[in-house]
């Protein structure tokens, strides 16, 4: 067997694994075998590893990567563990966006730095760009070779069943074999995708992202224009307004990212894109701006909430990148090496503010609670402004501000 296959059947069989342990996963939740906080801590382990493994498996060796998917994975199963003590429950906690969020970002942006650290070095930009772009692209192919699958399953299973035989349906039928071929399907592509490395790679995907580098500034300069026009009161009905800014900020800063690349050998050399590239570095933070503006004058106006402080977040993210992008270009010569290390910087403030967020510094619930409970005491709004639904949703710190508002509102006085 030549080292090709053999790599592989490894990854088809680690795809495999991947699939049966996430449905029998499923099957010990579904039971109720394991105390709730031991199965979140064996689902998000579990779901962490396999996917960290899978992306580490092409560009280190197998052992290796495994370690490195593990450390990733305890990190973020750990975290999730310790913020669902928030809640009575799990599935509590599991209905907030929080554990989604967070378990993305713990999941997959460390995973590049995992691979650099094995290398040139955990800060090496030129890996970490290559890298994180090529996991996506990964993933990308490997997901749609997936579906061709199942496409290719299904129409065999209506061809056959013309004739009557119904064998690929009855397999199919079997609980945890959907889950098998999932999984060592989607190991098979990844394998195959990282044999191919030199076709299937996302320097495509990056040139034609760079093209949209002067329409993207054309539509900022226009709305940076119409600002003075149309005034900021249209801007922040809800938190719509924000999310639509952080948004194009996001957009933005990737953009910007394309354009310089992983060196200035591979940077733009186009004298319009690189022009463009330097003045949506400049406009960045006023989209960011505005949209932190908007979720203050949510809050302002209506407290904190969960949703708030994650929008909040957010926006002290896009803030970031807007000024050091700005800052950068500013400064003059070698304002691309200067930008590239403000991605690296970022990059590791979003896997501190994720971690953040999933502890006892960073609660949105507690925040949330308290802001509500300090706006009734002092008088900024009454009971019946108040949305006391939503204070259930918010664990234990809802619970105790809503017994902590009855006690007030029975007070005399």
């Known amino acids: 067997m030549t080292d090709v296959m053999r790599q592989r059947g490894l990854m088809a069989l680690i795809g495999g694994l991947a699939g049966v342990s996430l449905y029998l996963l499923a099957k010990v939740l579904d039971r109720g075998l394991l105390d709730e906080r031991a199965a979140l801590a064996l689902a998000a382990f579990a779901a962490a590893f396999f996917t960290a493994l899978l992306a580490l498996a092409g560009p280190l060796a197998l052992r290796r990567a495994a370690v490195g998917a593990a450390g990733v994975a305890a ?30 970002v713990l999941a997959f942006v460390p995973l590049p730095f995992v691979i650099a650290a094995s290398g040139p070095g955990w800060r090496d930009y030129p890996t970490l760009f290559g890298q994180a772009w090529t996991i996506v692209v990964r993933y990308a192919a490997a997901w749609l070779f997936v579906g061709a699958v199942w496409a290719v399953i299904w129409l065999s299973d209506a061809l056959l069943g013309i004739v009557g035989l119904r064998v690929i349906e009855d397999l199919i039928l079997v609980s945890f074999v959907p889950w098998v071929i999932t999984g060592a399907t989607l190991g098979l592509a990844l394998a195959v995708v990282t044999e191919l490395a030199d076709l299937v790679s996302p320097y495509l995907i990056l040139r034609l992202l760079r093209l949209l580098l002067p329409v993207v500034l ?51 050399d186009s004298v319009l894109l690189g022009r463009a590239t330097e003045g949506l570095a400049l406009i960045l933070p006023v989209p960011a701006g505005l949209g932190g503006y908007a979720v203050w004058l949510r809050v302002a106006q209506y407290g904190w909430t969960p949703d708030r402080v994650l929008a909040a977040v957010v926006a002290v993210l896009g803030l970031g990148y807007g000024v050091l992008y700005a800052v950068a270009v500013l400064r003059g010569a070698g304002w691309m090496a200067r930008i590239r290390q403000a991605n690296t910087t970022m990059a590791l403030a979003l896997m501190a503010a994720a971690a953040l967020l999933l502890t006892p510094v960073l609660n ?3 925040i949330a609670a308290n802001s509500q409970l300090a706006r009734f005491s002092g008088g900024q709004t009454d009971v019946e402004a108040l949305e006391l639904a939503t204070f259930e949703q918010w664990g ?3 619970a105790a501000a809503l017994t902590r508002l009855q006690e007030l509102s029975l007070a005399p006085g």
């Open 75 to 104: 990190v973020g199963a750990g975290l999730l563990v310790w913020a669902s003590l928030r809640f009575d429950t799990v599935g509590q906690f599991i209905e907030t966006p929080l554990w989604a969020l967070t378990g993305t």
């Open 218 to 268: 054309v539509v900022m300069v226009v709305f940076v224009l119409a600002l003075p026009l149309r005034g900021l009161t249209g801007l922040f009905g809800s938190l719509s307004a924000a999310a639509t800014l952080l948004a194009m900020a996001a957009a933005a800063a990737t953009l910007v990212t394309t354009a310089v690349d992983q060196t200035d050998l591979e940077a733009t």
């Open 364 to 366: 949105p619930e507690r």
């Open 396 to 398: 234990r710190a809802g």
